[in-house]
């Protein structure tokens, strides 16, 4: 049996990280208030009333070689998004200066594709130099499987933080993608560390993975590290092979993110993708362990008004 949650509660805030199979207990042996009740305490204690806001900015769309089974921007999939290249520095300015107005704390590009040439890095480079003279925001970055020197340009440009998602666990992952490899982007994930940037990574819930798949990715992210992990909930997207896809239910819902929070108990977890879905379920996941939110357009997909967020955040007694 596992212990009182009480005591369990204390022995995280003291120090101690639940492993895989206990982890698994908890979440099998308690009802979904119970989860969301620790979670609250433990994001509580670890984060205060304090809520962390960024934004992202879909910066190159489409023909993706990769051939993730969700995803709208795959070349292999046949969806309505728009396709089109880099965009500018003035178009990502004033995005940027947007949100900033807005009181967004954080700003990031994210690029469709494997990865980014070197030319395309300089070019990227020149952007985020563009942002950091017109905006104090913090940036960060999402632009695939770089390699380390292009990942130490990023950062010596003023990108303090990657974002590279793990997307499911590892044990499920060749079920969704064939084009590369969790230990692909745990390198890219790596390398990012080494050169000093933060990391932003998690994944996507409701693609067919099990609760224990979960729980398994989430214990990867705590011992990568990841101290920022957005918790997408899965928009089936018509003309993916995802598109018929069933929705999660609330209680599946609802222990994921407590569990997420409990697995890792001083990481931001973050409303991102899908959050549509979950609308009537928001406000109770803000005092179920989520502490940060991605705000604004959601990539391919609509995300919630900044300022009807921030309105629901203060109600809810955070802080942003």
Excluded at 65 to 89: M, R
Excluded at 149 to 160: D, N, R, T, W
Excluded at 185 to 213: D, F, N, P, Y
Aim: glycine letters at 8%; a negative charge.
């Amino acid at each position: 049996m596992i212990k009182p949650q009480a005591d369990l509660t204390a022995e995280i805030i003291a120090g101690r990280r639940l492993e895989y199979e206990e982890a698994v207990r908890l979440a099998h042996e308690s009802t979904s208030d119970e989860l969301c009740r620790m979670a609250g305490e433990l994001r509580l204690h670890f984060h205060g009333r304090d809520f962390d806001t960024c934004s992202i900015m879909n910066a190159r769309s489409g023909r993706c070689p990769e051939d993730c089974k969700w995803c709208s921007q795959s070349k292999f999939h046949e969806t309505n998004i728009k396709v089109y290249p880099l965009v500018g520095a003035a178009e990502a300015v004033a995005m940027a200066g947007h949100n900033a107005a807005k009181g967004v704390r954080r700003f990031s590009l994210v690029t469709s594709g494997r990865a980014m040439t070197d030319a395309e890095i300089e070019k990227v480079c020149e952007i985020f130099s563009a942002i950091r003279g017109e905006c104090s925001m913090r940036l960060c970055a999402s632009m695939g499987l770089l390699t380390k020197p292009q990942l130490q340009k990023l950062f010596e440009c003023g990108v303090m933080r990657y974002h590279c998602n793990l997307e499911t666990a590892p044990s499920y992952f060749p079920e969704l993608c064939s084009t590369h490899t969790v230990a692909d982007k745990i390198r890219t994930i790596h390398w990012a560390q080494e050169v000093g940037m933060e990391v932003c990574s998690g994944g996507i819930i409701g693609m067919g993975e099990t609760l224990e798949q979960r729980i398994e990715l989430a214990v990867t992210l705590r011992e990568l590290g990841v101290k920022s992990i957005p918790v997408n909930v899965l928009n089936p997207i018509k003309g993916t092979l995802l598109e018929n896809a069933l929705p999660l239910a609330d209680d599946d819902v609802l222990r994921s993110f407590a569990m997420f929070r409990i697995i890792c108990p001083d990481a931001h977890i973050r409303f991102a993708g899908g959050r549509l879905l979950v609308k009537h379920l928001e406000r109770r996941l803000l005092h179920s362990g989520v502490s940060a939110s991605i705000v604004g357009d959601m990539l391919t997909t609509s995300g919630a008004a900044i300022d009807s967020d921030k309105e629901m955040f203060t109600e809810e007694g955070f802080w942003l």
